[in-house]
Every structure is written in structure tokens, then in C-alpha cells.
């Protein structure tokens, strides 16, 4: 039979059924008798006549058979607790079964790692087994045992050279760590030394890319906080608390891992640690020899500039992080940083940034936004010379920069502070009228922050915390209270030490005369509450004056 003259029959083979529409369906095939009486006499699941299987009925009796109850994952047929959102985990029956198969499967591993007198400990099946159990574990919901049987897998991985299986399961491990119910300080410690093992093991795998992102992330462990500290923590996208300073020692060190510091222009602004592509008794001399070298402003010159060997650059390019998206890590690292008030250690994560992007050999936007990125920084920490020299010598080289928006935004921001012009200022930074909107809009969201509280003057002042403010206020009361009777009418010193003690001990020189650091807080603190006029100090000294002539 010819295709054209059966139309109906391939519509429907198709499209399925004819009846709708008014289709004829005489050129449909019809089903062999066979399979109608075979319907008849076997089990249909069709049908409502057909007896179903009770959930409670006896587990011998019912077939088994796999099951998708996630995308990806496949358990024996059970009762199940299905949310609809997030992983669904056994219960009842099929739960306490597979829970017996993980200790069957703890059991043979424990065995395979036992030595006996004719055979040795296997790694290879203590790792297989050991990983089973923890599978097994994962589908009935026990955080712990699973993260404590991919730990053990991982160490007899790491036991026969298996190091990116053993990575993976580490990482797992400190996945479920985090999100575990154990105490915040069980959560670093175990989030912390489990990345680490991670990070040595990509190493080993020779993965440095990522072995130095299990490094960063092992450093963002040590900055774990509860949910709601966490959100009362963070104002304007900046943390009321400093950064921890093991976390910056982790973090710093794991940015020289993406890129060694001989190879970062702005490597004197690393905080802690020494590079490990240097010799530290050369660095020492050449410091102690070199009084020029640079402490953080005026200056971006370094001290490692012309002491690094050409076979030391060519080492450090060949430890170099070369996989895709690796300037993205570290991106992240900046924006850390930046919430912490960290800018030195941020502009020293962006130089390897730029290093990363231009060892590539393109000229991209990404390069674009980081050369803007540093720029920003260096001003940020109150260095406009660096930021001028470093514009001028390295990023106005790139032709692509030259056209650039994010050159016309730095270019605006450095002329300002030079020629401390606060309109000029304020004009290059604002995002919703000014030429710089566009430049602005692509920055981060903690970048766009540090724009707006550049001053031409000085460095960004950082945010200070709930508790340095009120240890501020209540160590200025006492001293002003004592100062304003001092003048008034000398009191005793008997009766000054029986008054009740101040929150914060402050001596008796101190409340005379206040030190200069406590001077410069209650100055920042009159000045964001407008009450720094120059008029108001005149009216106090006047009224100071007559009380000293009484």
C-alpha cells in the first residue's frame, strides 16, 4: 500500500489516535488477537480489576526492582518521604534494610583492611566498600555516617595514589560538614582541615587550579558564622568584624598558588606569609639594603624587583594557574576581601587577576574591569602616586584599555583625588546621570561601595564595629566628665579613685589628657553626626575660657 493512499494511518502513527478531528481510522493497524487474549488471561496493571499489592504485605513476597526517586540517584523500592523540593530519603522498611546492606559493606571493608597471615590489607576494596556504605548512608539521610565513610574512603584512596577520587570525597565530606548540625566551631575546624586534605590531594593529581580553589575555600571556613550573625554582620556590604588572621594567612597563600608572587606587581601588599618562589634570607638583606622600598603608600616599587633571576620567572610561570575561569576564583577572594576592609590584601589578589588575564595573550573586557579594579583599590588605600605611575606605565600600554569605559572611570577618579576636587569627585562616581554609569553599573556590588567612599583625601575609612563604637563612647565619657571638672574646681585624687570604674579602664593621665587615637575616634564620631563645625569649638573654647577666669 502506497504512503499517500494510508494518510490517515501515518497522521495517527504520528500524531496518535484519530478519533479527534472526525479522522477516519480504518487504515490504523489493528492489534493481533493474540495480544487481546493474552491480555485477558495475564496481569494487567490497567486494569481496576487486577488485586494491588498492600505496602504492608510481607517484603519476600513483593518483586524488587529499581526505582528513580531523584534525578540521578537509584534506590531499592520502598516507602519514601517525597517534599517535592529537596532530596527525598527512605523510611521504614526499605530504610533499616539498606542500612543493614551499609554495615554488610563496613564490615567487608573493615575485612579487606585487616592483615592477616596470608594476605595484606587492600586499599583499593576498603575504598570501594567504604564508598558503598557511605552511598548507602546518603539514601537513608545519615549525615554522619556518610560524611565519615567518604572520609575513610578517601584515606584508602589516598593510600594507593587514587588522588582525584580522593579529592572528590573530601569535598563531599566538607560539603555535608557545613550543613551538618554540629557546633560552628566542630563546622570550621572539620570544613577547614577536610578542604585542606583536598587541596593536597588535586596536587597530587596534578590539578593546581583545583587545588588552589580548595585552598581559598578552605580559608572561607574559617569566616563560617550562624545565619542570623551572619546577616546582623554584614551593613552596606561591608562586615562590622575584622577578618580573622589565619583566614588571611589561608587566603593570601592560596592566591600565590594561582600566581606566585614574583610574578604580581603589587605583591609588597600581601600582608602575611612569605613567598615561596623567594629566598627569605635575600628578601631580609635586600630590605635592610634598600631604603626606598615601599610600606604601602607612595610608592609601588618593591624590594623583589630586581632580585628575582630570570630562571626563577620562568619557574614561577611554569606553577602558574592556567585552566579556564581561574581569574574567577579570585575574584571572589577580592570581594572577601573587600568586605572585611582588607583593601591591601584585595589589591593584592587583583594584581594576580591582571596577571592571570594577561598571560592569556587577549585583551578582553575582563582585563579591562581588572586593570579598573586595581585603580580603585590603590586609591582606596590612599595611594594616588601608585595608582597614577601603575595607570600610566602598565595599563595605558594596552591598546583595548585606551577605548575603554573603565579607563575613562579611573582616568576621572585619579585626576580628582590629585587635584582634590570633591565636585570632580562626585561626578565621576555618580551612577545615575554621570558618563560613568555604565563603567559603574558592571563593578561589584562591594567595588561599587568603595566608589562611593573614596575621599580626596586619605585612605576609605573603614567601617569600625558595634563594639569598638560603644567602647569609643564609653571611654570618652568619663574623660570629658573629668576634664569639665578639672576645670571647674580641682578635685582630690582620693576622690576621683572611689568613683565607680568606667566600662573600659582609662588612667589618670589618659582622662587628662586623652591620647590621640581616642581624640581621632570621637573626631569621626562628631563628624558622621555633623557635629564637627568649626564655629561650635570656638563657642567651647570661649565657655572653657570663662570657667577658667571663675
Avoid at 570621637?522 to 555633623?530: E, I, N, R, S
Wanted: charged residues 25%; hydrophobic residues 35%.
Amino acid at each position: 500500500m502506497s504512503y499517500k493512499r494510508n494518510a490517515n494511518a501515518n497522521r495517527d502513527a504520528l500524531f496518535g489516535g484519530g478519533g479527534s478531528g472526525g479522522a477516519s481510522t480504518s487504515g490504523a493497524k489493528k492489534k493481533p488477537a493474540g495480544a487481546a487474549r493474552k491480555s485477558t488471561t495475564g496481569p494487567s496493571f490497567n486494569s481496576l480489576e487486577t488485586p494491588v499489592p498492600s505496602i504492608t504485605s510481607s517484603a519476600s513476597t513483593i518483586p524488587t526492582r529499581n526505582v528513580n526517586v531523584n534525578p540521578g540517584r537509584r534506590t531499592n523500592t520502598g516507602t519514601t518521604t517525597t517534599t517535592g523540593v529537596g532530596p527525598s530519603f527512605l523510611s521504614g522498611q526499605a530504610k533499616i534494610d539498606k542500612m543493614k546492606e551499609a554495615e554488610e559493606h563496613r564490615a567487608k571493608a573493615k575485612k579487606a583492611l585487616s592483615r592477616t597471615l596470608f594476605s595484606s590489607p587492600d586499599p583499593i576494596a576498603g575504598a570501594m566498600f567504604y564508598h558503598r556504605a557511605a552511598e548507602a548512608y546518603k539514601q537513608c539521610g545519615e549525615n554522619r555516617l556518610e560524611r565519615l565513610h567518604r572520609i575513610a574512603s578517601a584515606d584508602c584512596q589516598m593510600g594507593h595514589d587514587g588522588y582525584a577520587t580522593a579529592a572528590q570525597e573530601y569535598i563531599r565530606a566538607a560539603e555535608l560538614s557545613a550543613c551538618s548540625e554540629e557546633t560552628l566551631p566542630r563546622k570550621k575546624a572539620e570544613c577547614t582541615k577536610l578542604y585542606s586534605d583536598a587541596a593536597k590531594a588535586w596536587t597530587e593529581a596534578g590539578e593546581p587550579g583545583r587545588a588552589g580553589e580548595c585552598m581559598l575555600k578552605s580559608g572561607y571556613s574559617m569566616l563560617m558564622m550562624e545565619e542570623e550573625e551572619g546577616d546582623n554582620d554584614m551593613i552596606g556590604g561591608k562586615r562590622l568584624h575584622s577578618i580573622d588572621k589565619d583566614a588571611l594567612k589561608a587566603i593570601e597563600a592560596a592566591v600565590e598558588a594561582h600566581v606566585p608572587d614574583p610574578l604580581n606587581r603589587y605583591r609588597q601588599f600581601r600582608q602575611s606569609g612569605i613567598s615561596a618562589f623567594v629566598d627569605p634570607d635575600a628578601a631580609a638583606t635586600s630590605t635592610s639594603t634598600n631604603t626606598t622600598t615601599t610600606t604601602g603608600e607612595g610608592s609601588s616599587s618593591s624590594p623583589l624587583e630586581e632580585e628575582v633571576s630570570e630562571e626563577t620567572l620562568d619557574m614561577c610561570r611554569s606553577h602558574m594557574v592556567k585552566s579556564s575561569h581561574a581569574h574567577e576564583t579570585l575574584n571572589k577572594a577580592v570581594q572577601k576581601f573587600i568586605e572585611y576592609g582588607e583593601f591591601k590584601s584585595a589589591l593584592y589578589t587583583a594584581g594576580a587577576i591582571s596577571t592571570l588575564l594577561e598571560a592569556d595573550g587577549f585583551s578582553t573586557i575582563s582585563l579591562s574591569r581588572a586593570y579598573c579594579v586595581e585603580t580603585i583599590l590603590t586609591l582606596a588605600i590612599g595611594d594616588v602616586v601608585a595608582a597614577d605611575q601603575w595607570f600610566l606605565q602598565v595599563h595605558l600600554q594596552n591598546n583595548i584599555y585606551l577605548s575603554s569605559r573603565e579607563c575613562k572611570l579611573a582616568e576621572d577618579l585619579i585626576r580628582a583625588v590629585k587635584m582634590r576636587d570633591l565636585d570632580d569627585l562626585d561626578t565621576a562616581r555618580d551612577h545615575v546621570r554621570g558618563d560613568n554609569r555604565t563603567a559603574l553599573s558592571n563593578l561589584d556590588f562591594g567595588l561599587r561601595n568603595v566608589v562611593a567612599n573614596l575621599r580626596i583625601s586619605g585612605a576609605v575609612r573603614k567601617s569600625k564595629s558595634k563594639v569598638a563604637v560603644a567602647a569609643a563612647v564609653a571611654a570618652a565619657a568619663p574623660s570629658a566628665s573629668a576634664s569639665a571638672s578639672a576645670n571647674r574646681a580641682p578635685a582630690p585624687v582620693a576622690a576621683v579613685s572611689s568613683s565607680p570604674p568606667a566600662p573600659t579602664p582609662v588612667s589618670a593621665a589618659t582622662a587628662a589628657a586623652p591620647d590621640d587615637n581616642l581624640q581621632d575616634e570621637m573626631d569621626d564620631l562628631m563628624a558622621d553626626m555633623g557635629l564637627d563645625d568649626d564655629d561650635d569649638d570656638d563657642d567651647d573654647d570661649d565657655e572653657y575660657d570663662e570657667l577658667a577666669k571663675l
